[in-house]
């Protein structure tokens, strides 16, 4: 079953993974890749919607390997295709997790397509040097992704990408590090996640026998976690005085918490607003203020909820 958080539902479209990453223990765990149906998926959307859900996450861990299992050709892009199709008054479909190497032309075009599938997408990377990748034992074609967010951002210039590093992977190099450095400074993404590398026993890199010291791992994403947040703030000053929708989650202190289609529950930026608005609402938003991970602003056509106290500074970081 979904699970639901307030107006948004997290669907699970498949289980367990078949990809051979050294430092995870999904597969053994969950087992290989297993697909649900599409038409039991497309029918839990549908009933999702009429009980009052306004976003629907697309999960599992490779949501781009969605049918390989069954048979399917594009299962993902056709997969999308047919729950925009089957539940138009759906507002927001939000698709998380896909694998590098996997996200296909056909993907894309379904995503620009339909207006319901929101232009965001989360692409775990885990590293930009290629020889990590591959000790990593993970697609190590680094021109695939400049090719793939080139063909992406030209078919949807809005898009949000996200993505996730994992730093001081064992035998991370210094050059290695400048590398993954280089790699986000050139590709900007909108959101980025960084962990340093967790030892785990029963996976190949535990035997590995260079593993990075704990203050360098440390160090390592202190320094990508800046660089980041300085691309951050720099795309959200783009916002300040366009307006967006926003889903309202919550509110409380005379503030209201929502987020834009370039923020994913928890893992993504806020946008916080004066006054108490209904939740489960997507209501539009004149974006004031910026600051590197979240937006303040006012209900757009609610001129009289302005507050001046919520025009927060700029926040400052360093390049």
Same mark, same amino acid.
């Given at each position: 079953?979904?699970?639901?958080?307030?107006?948004?539902?997290? =669907?699970?479209?498949?289980?367990?993974?078949?990809?051979?990453?050294?430092?995870?223990?999904?597969?053994?765990?969950?087992?290989?890749?297993?697909?649900?149906?599409?038409?039991? +998926?497309?029918?839990?959307?549908?009933?999702?919607?009429?009980?009052?859900?306004?976003?629907?996450?697309?999960?599992?861990?490779?949501?781009?390997?969605?049918?390989?299992?069954?048979?399917?050709?594009?299962?993902?892009?056709?997969?999308?295709?047919?729950?925009?199709?089957?539940?138009?008054?759906?507002?927001?479909?939000?698709?998380?997790?896909?694998?590098?190497?996997?996200?296909?032309?056909?993907?894309?075009? =379904?995503?620009?397509?339909?207006?319901?599938?929101?232009?965001?997408?989360?692409?775990?990377?885990?590293?930009?040097?290629?020889?990590?990748?591959?000790?990593?034992?993970?697609?190590?074609?680094?021109?695939?992704?400049?090719?793939?967010?080139?063909?992406?951002?030209?078919?949807?210039?809005?898009?949000?990408?996200?993505?996730?590093?994992? =730093?001081?992977?064992?035998?991370?190099?210094?050059?290695?590090?400048?590398?993954?450095?280089?790699? =986000?400074?050139?590709?900007?993404?909108?959101?980025?996640?960084?962990?340093?590398?967790?030892?785990?026993?029963?996976?190949?890199?535990?035997?590995?026998?260079?593993?990075?010291?704990?203050?360098?791992?440390?160090?390592?994403?202190?320094?990508?976690?800046?660089?980041?947040?300085?691309?951050?703030?720099?795309?959200?000053?783009?916002?300040?005085?366009?307006?967006?929708?926003?889903?309202?989650?919550?509110?409380?202190?005379?503030?209201?918490?929502?987020?834009?289609?370039?923020?994913?529950?928890?893992?993504?930026?806020?946008?916080?607003?004066?006054?108490?608005?209904?939740?489960?609402? +997507?209501?539009?938003?004149?974006?004031?203020?910026?600051?590197?991970?979240?937006?303040?602003?006012?209900?757009?056509?609610?001129?009289?909820?302005?507050?001046?106290?919520?025009?927060?500074?700029?926040?400052?970081?360093?390049?």
């Amino acid at each position: 079953r979904a699970a639901v958080q307030g107006a948004t539902a997290y =669907v699970k479209i498949s289980d367990g993974c078949r990809r051979p990453c050294a430092f995870c223990t999904i597969p053994q765990i969950k087992g290989t890749h297993t697909s649900r149906p599409p038409r039991a +998926i497309v029918e839990e959307a549908r009933a999702l919607r009429d009980a009052g859900i306004q976003e629907l996450i697309i999960i599992a861990q490779d949501t781009t390997d969605y049918g390989h299992d069954l048979g399917l050709k594009n299962g993902l892009a056709t997969l999308l295709d047919q729950i925009a199709t089957a539940v138009p008054d759906l507002p927001w479909i939000r698709l998380m997790y896909a694998y590098p190497g996997y996200v296909t032309d056909e993907l894309i075009d =379904v995503m620009a397509r339909h207006p319901q599938i929101l232009p965001y997408l989360d692409i775990p990377l885990q590293h930009g040097h290629r020889e990590t990748l591959k000790r990593m034992r993970r697609p190590a074609n680094i021109e695939w992704v400049y090719r793939t967010l080139e063909k992406l951002r030209a078919a949807m210039p809005d898009i949000a990408i996200r993505t996730t590093f994992i =730093v001081g992977y064992p035998g991370e190099t210094d050059e290695e590090f400048a590398g993954l450095r280089q790699f =986000v400074q050139e590709l900007r993404f909108d959101r980025v996640g960084v962990f340093t590398y967790s030892y785990e026993a029963t996976t190949p890199s535990a035997t590995v026998s260079w593993q990075v010291p704990d203050e360098v791992k440390e160090a390592r994403r202190e320094e990508l976690m800046l660089l980041q947040q300085s691309i951050s703030l720099q795309k959200n000053q783009t916002f300040v005085g366009h307006t967006l929708p926003v889903l309202i989650d919550g509110h409380g202190d005379g503030v209201s918490v929502g987020r834009s289609y370039r923020d994913a529950p928890e893992v993504d930026g806020l946008i916080f607003v004066p006054g108490e608005l209904p939740p489960g609402e +997507i209501i539009p938003i004149r974006i004031d203020g910026a600051m590197a991970h979240d937006l303040t602003g006012y209900p757009e056509n609610m001129e009289s909820f302005r507050s001046d106290s919520l025009l927060l500074p700029l926040t400052q970081v360093a390049p």
